[in-house]
């Protein structure tokens, strides 16, 4: 009887194990030896060789490229999260709609989640180019906006945002679909316009998908690389070097894993205290 009784109580935990082991493979284990690494000095096989404790880090701070990484990555997610956001919800609200072709339109505005972001910046940088580029064909200009330090950032986030906007569609109407249309009846009766129902009806009535959005944009947005990666590398200079692409080539370039291990500890430890602020506003502005 004891053993069926243990067999019993163990009997659910089973069925935990195979997540638990791909958690702890894919990452725990990469979570921590990410750590271990960044208190060492690497080889360029990535082993570590000598411990130097925070050194990997005092060395990151003291490194303009590495606070400029961080200034231009702030600038990055917030732009990419309010150009996608809004997108999202001006897109959604038309929607929200009953008119003929509304499946066209609706599909045209989630298609940007479907492409994959490498093949959306190979076609944008062939629209942003200098002299056969549609854009400067359309402003009458001859602006090389990708090699250019004004602009180059506005085009990725502008990017990064466009990509970002077809998820945000499908979660803002997703969101709209569940007001009651009542309110809105009940509002007109009252003699509420279009601005007051959407100030003091839709806008709380989306507040619970929207911090949900917000959250899940900015942490897309630190972690942009493919647009990076075939519009710019970096530059020019180092004016879209953001701290995922910082990594990517300390590592990969530089062969420096311990100060890649670091930064993306640093980059983690960021994301990490802005969910948690953020969490702590939710009581605040969300209304369920």
Same mark, same amino acid.
């Given at each position: 009887?004891?053993?069926?009784?243990?067999?019993? @109580?163990? =009997?659910?935990?089973?069925?935990?194990?195979?997540?638990?082991?791909? %958690?702890?493979?894919?990452? !725990? %284990?990469? !979570?921590?030896?990410?750590?271990?690494?960044?208190?060492?000095?690497?080889?360029?096989?990535?082993?570590?060789?000598?411990?130097?404790?925070?050194?990997? @880090?005092?060395?990151? !701070?003291?490194?303009?490229?590495?606070?400029? =990484?961080?200034? $231009?990555?702030?600038?990055?997610?917030?732009?990419?999260?309010? *150009?996608?956001?809004?997108?999202?919800?001006?897109?959604?609200?038309? &929607?929200?709609?009953?008119?003929?072709?509304?499946?066209?339109?609706?599909?045209?505005?989630?298609?940007?989640?479907?492409?994959?972001?490498?093949?959306?910046?190979?076609? !944008?940088?062939?629209?942003? /180019?200098?002299?056969?580029?549609? $854009?400067?064909?359309?402003?009458?200009? /001859?602006?090389?906006?990708?090699?250019?330090?004004?602009?180059?950032?506005? &085009? *990725?986030?502008?990017?990064?945002?466009?990509?970002? =906007?077809?998820?945000?569609?499908?979660?803002?109407?997703?969101?709209? =679909?569940?007001?009651?249309?009542?309110? @809105?009846?009940?509002?007109?009766?009252?003699?509420?316009?279009?601005?007051?129902?959407?100030?003091?009806?839709?806008?709380?009535?989306?507040?619970?998908?929207?911090?949900?959005?917000?959250? *899940? #944009?900015?942490?897309?947005?630190?972690?942009?690389?493919?647009? *990076?990666?075939?519009?710019?590398?970096?530059?020019?200079?180092?004016?879209? #070097?953001?701290? +995922?692409?910082?990594?990517?080539?300390?590592?990969?370039? #530089?062969?420096?894993?311990?100060?890649?291990?670091?930064?993306? +500890?640093?980059? %983690?430890?960021?994301?990490?205290?802005?969910?948690?602020?953020?969490? /702590?506003?939710?009581?605040?502005?969300? /209304?369920?």
């Amino acid at each position: 009887m004891k053993l069926k009784n243990v067999s019993r @109580y163990l =009997s659910p935990y089973a069925y935990i194990v195979p997540a638990m082991a791909v %958690f702890v493979i894919f990452l !725990f %284990f990469p !979570f921590i030896k990410t750590i271990y690494l960044s208190l060492f000095k690497t080889n360029k096989m990535g082993q570590a060789k000598l411990f130097v404790g925070g050194g990997n @880090y005092s060395d990151l !701070f003291s490194s303009t490229s590495f606070v400029n =990484s961080l200034f $231009v990555t702030a600038i990055f997610v917030l732009i990419v999260v309010s *150009v996608s956001m809004l997108l999202g919800l001006i897109t959604a609200i038309l &929607c929200n709609q009953s008119f003929p072709g509304i499946r066209i339109f609706s599909t045209a505005y989630a298609l940007p989640m479907a492409i994959a972001s490498s093949s959306a910046a190979m076609i !944008f940088k062939i629209m942003l /180019h200098p002299t056969i580029g549609i $854009v400067n064909k359309l402003l009458g200009l /001859h602006t090389n906006w990708i090699s250019d330090p004004r602009y180059a950032l506005v &085009c *990725v986030a502008l990017l990064s945002a466009w990509l970002n =906007s077809g998820i945000n569609f499908l979660y803002f109407s997703a969101g709209l =679909s569940n007001i009651d249309n009542t309110l @809105y009846e009940r509002a007109s009766v009252d003699g509420a316009n279009s601005v007051q129902k959407f100030f003091r009806l839709t806008l709380p009535g989306l507040s619970p998908i929207m911090f949900y959005t917000l959250v *899940v #944009n900015i942490i897309q947005a630190f972690q942009a690389f493919g647009q *990076v990666k075939v519009l710019t590398m970096g530059g020019p200079g180092e004016s879209t #070097n953001l701290i +995922v692409y910082s990594i990517y080539r300390d590592a990969f370039f #530089n062969y420096r894993f311990g100060s890649a291990a670091a930064q993306s +500890v640093i980059l %983690f430890m960021v994301i990490m205290i802005l969910t948690l602020c953020m969490f /702590h506003l939710e009581k605040k502005g969300v /209304h369920y």
